[in-house]
Every structure is written in C-alpha cells, then in structure tokens.
C-alpha cells in the first residue's frame, strides 16, 4: 500500500515539473502575437542590454526643436491621410505613427534578438553609403544578421544597417501594420495600384527597409525618389535642403553639401560640427530647408529630390518606405 502512495506521489510530482519545464522553455513561436516571447534562455545584447541605455549624444545634437530652428509642420495621423501630404512638395512630421505597431514590443533589443536573430541584413558604413547613394551601395555592405550585427557590431566605428533593396520577412513587417499612408494603400488592394496605369518609379509599394545604428550613425547629403521614415525606438536629427533652389545650379548644392577641398566625405556628425556654420551653410540650410529632430513614434516625410542627412541621436531604430522601392531580386 505505502508502495503503491510512493509511486503515484512520485508521478504527480514527475508530471507537475515537466510543466513547468515546458512552459519556461517556451519559443518565440509558441508565443502569440499579442504577447511578449518570455523565453528564459539569455540572448546576445552586445555592449548594452537595451536600446535606451546606450550613450546618447543629447547635449551636442538635440537643439528641441525650437521653431527659430525647426520650421516644419507637426502634423496627426489623420491630417497627414486626409490632406494626402505625400502628393505635396513639402517636408511634415507626422505625430503617433506607431501607437499601434507591435513593433514597440516585438523590437526592443532583447526581443527583436530573440525573435529575428537569423534575418538577414546589409551592414555597412554611413559614409559610404552616403557617397554612393543608398540605392546604389552594392558592394559597399556586407550581409550579415540582426543577432551578428547587434551583438557584435553595432558599436563598432561607423557601422550601420540600412539596405533599402533587402526584403524584410512577414513578421518584421506585420511588426509594423497599419502601414502608414500612402504605403497601406498598396498592401490592401496592389493589384488595383498595379492596374491604374501607374508608372513603377511613382508607385508606394509594401517594401520597407529597416535601419538600425547606434548614437551619431547616419547618412551624409543625398537624395531619391519621395519616401517616409519612421522612427521606432531613438531618435534622429535632419537636415534638409529644397530641390527648388538648386535645381538649375548643382553648383550650389556641392558647395552647400560637401567640403570642396576634400574628396573624402565627411561622417554626418562631422558635417554639422566642422561645415554648417561654415561659409553661410546654416543660414542657406535654414532658409531654404528644414534643422529637425524626429522622435519615438514619429514618421518623417521627405518629398522627392530634396537633399538630406541625417544624425541619429542614441541607439535608433526605424523603418523607410521609398516611393517606386523595391525589393531585390531573389
């Protein structure tokens, strides 16, 4: 009789603790979308264990955008869709983009780790990519993975993952529904954008881009086609500068852009200390374009042919949507 007491003690508690093992050591795809992955194994966070905890470059950069400096229009989701700002040649902000995305969640640093270690994406130097374009950086990135790139090269020298022709997997952009306007039209009905008599290169198709640096990467002066970009986690200071006034005289935006005495272009960081109040650059910036610091939540649209760079302030992590981008080539 005690035997037999022993042997059904002995299997409830057998049985209670592979429960409990099974659910500690669930994976990121038992979980559900509407929660967050609590898998107990550690994942690679690199040199600092969040996003917000990395160094963040707030007195040199972030000048709060004062209107004597930041110009542009702060707009809500709803007036950016009902005054369809995309059509227009003028730069907004468009407040609470993300209030919704599971992105907030799904992207912290440990998560989106845990989550997306194996996606690839193309890693490669701000600079570069600011000389040859991002569209046309080519050979100028090296593929690599999120849990590569985070963990052990995100906080190397000039390190940046921003390849716009890479296509991001079904989770990374469900992370980001509802896709903001005019991008959302796209994805709910392509074939009646496809069939409108469209051309590609004028079409907002459901492509986005992921970017991922940490404080002072970023892009030097370039241009493309129209497109947004949203800010997820960190934020980003802009400068843009209207395609209006040097649109008969390239001249004046190379002397306005870049350093003429040297080939070898500057980082965006360096830009702003060693350049703009050089040679009435910030005067010409600010009256023919837009100084601004875009925030958490926050999507920023740039219109077409408008020359910009840009300075992350603190680990940043955003999204871009490109008007006529699309994804690679498998």
């Not at 969640?105 to 374009?133: C, F, I, N």
């Amino acid at each position: 009789m005690i035997s037999s007491r022993r042997v059904f003690v002995v299997t409830h508690i057998a049985a209670i603790l592979a429960l409990i093992y099974a659910t500690n050591t669930q994976t990121c795809d038992d979980v559900s979308d509407s929660t967050t992955c609590n898998s107990s194994d550690e994942v690679p966070t690199g040199k600092y264990a969040t996003w917000d905890e990395a160094p963040k470059s707030i007195e040199e950069f972030d000048h709060g955008n004062d209107r004597s400096v930041c110009r542009l229009p702060f707009i809500s989701v709803e007036e950016w869709e009902e005054g369809q700002y995309w059509e227009r040649d003028v730069p907004v902000i468009v407040r609470n983009v993300t209030d919704h995305w599971k992105a907030l969640e799904h992207w912290t640093k440990e998560e989106m780790v845990r989550r997306y270690p194996d996606v690839m994406v193309g890693m490669g130097a701000s600079r570069d990519l600011g000389q040859t374009g991002p569209d046309d950086a080519g050979d100028a990135l090296t593929k690599t993975t999120i849990k590569d790139f985070i963990a052990n090269h995100m906080h190397e020298a000039d390190k940046y993952v921003f390849d716009r022709k890479l296509n991001m997997p079904d989770g990374l952009l469900e992370d980001c529904m509802p896709y903001p306007m005019p991008t959302r039209m796209y994805h709910e009905d392509a074939e009646a954008i496809i069939n409108s008599g469209l051309q590609n290169r004028l079409m907002w198709k459901d492509h986005l881009a992921l970017t991922i640096g940490r404080d002072l990467q970023g892009l030097t002066f370039h241009r493309h086609n129209a497109a947004w970009n949203t800010v997820i986690f960190g934020a980003k200071r802009w400068l843009l500068y209207d395609s209006v006034r040097f649109e008969h005289n390239i001249t004046r935006l190379k002397r306005m852009t870049r350093d003429i005495n040297n080939p070898i272009q500057l980082t965006g960081a360096d830009w702003i200390r060693k350049l703009y109040d050089v040679d009435e650059r910030k005067e010409e910036l600010r009256t023919f374009g837009h100084d601004c610091i875009q925030r958490a939540g926050e999507m920023i649209y740039v219109p077409s042919g408008w020359a910009h760079m840009v300075v992350n302030i603190g680990d940043t992590v955003a999204v871009v949507s490109e008007r006529g981008l699309d994804a690679m080539e498998a």
